[in-house]
């Protein structure tokens, strides 16, 4: 059995769900023709309640949502007091539904402002606007805040958007990607001084994915290696011996990295096969592929877990973003309704075989936008005219035998 207290959620962000903030980086990626247009996303800043009752029937009582920094700073220096009641009152809606609102504060975008100031890439720029902003946030929200996830993703946030060119700055530099990654490990670090201490946990939330060589070739053997250093031994290293160690950089010690974070949260979607090229391949090749280009697979999901469990013994762990996108065309609901089904046995098998688990955070609860994806792959346990899908049934399921 699940212990009593396992955590059961959704999450989402800001701009995916409310549309890109006006001032925000990601605004100006849609206006320059780089990303499907992202509208109001799925209309969660008007329905949120709704969707927080819809949540809560269905035993989903946790809620990662972001606070989009571009619609409460959308000048530097200067705060919106509209958008930053709009957000309290979101957070009140979810305490009130019954919803813990966990809070993510950078997830992808940054405020334009901030871009120009070279972002995490800058010191200066990192050391006080982001520092300022997080305790900004801790002092005007933290009553209402179940849990915290300052930063979603630093690896792959730092390769989209300084090494493939995927997302703002868009940036094909290898040496700016290692300075980005090395900037949000920091900021990571920045935002647990202001946060710890505050009565709600902080979590962090990697993404992670089993790799394996695409053949035994020396190069595809290689690209693994180097690919494995970045995803997990980096922040790993960081976490459990205070040591930053970024490939090509000497390692400097940085004793506050050590253990900066209440929980070790990840996002899990699938494992992945490196090439000869360091690109990802599907992995295993003969799994079927989403439209992201990767194929789900539950057994990564053990895999990561057992990984986490023996590198960081003792630390907790939380599944941040669990999820399978589906194309936007068609009904494959029972695609994802078994592949949950079969990533949470793997997950309660870890728990029984004494592995730390707190919790798992669905990606996502109502269909939203997917980045240069647009609206054209579904994650939603529930569609975007709040209509549940039979996965959400079977999650329902699944939570309600858990706490018998």
Known sequence: MYPKDFLWGTAASSTQCEGAAQNSDWFRWEEQGKAPRSTDGNGFAVRFADDFKLYAAHGLREHRLSIEWARIEPEMGRRDNEAIDHYREILASARDIGVNPWVCLHHFTLPGWFSDERAFTDDKARGYYWPRHVAFCAETFGDLVAGWKPINEPFAYAACSYLLGEYPPGLNDPVKFLDAYRGILLAQRDAWRELRGGGAPVATVHNLSPLFPIDDSVPAERN???????????????????????????????????????????????????????????YPNNQRVGPLGYAPWAEGLAITLRRLHDELPGRPLLIAELGLGTPAHADNDHWRESYLRESLDHVHEAVRDGVDVRGVFFWTGVDNYEWTHGYNAKFGLFTRDREPRSSATAVAEIIRDSRR
């Open 224 to 282: 693994t290696h180097n690919i494995n250093e970045l995803m997990w031994n980096v922040w790993m290293r960081a976490d459990r011996d205070g040591i930053l160690a970024i490939p090509g950089r000497a390692a400097v010690e940085v004793a506050d990295l050590r253990e900066a974070c209440d929980i070790i949260g990840f996002s899990y979607y699938s494992a992945h096969a490196v090439d000869r090229n360091s690109s990802f391949q599907p």
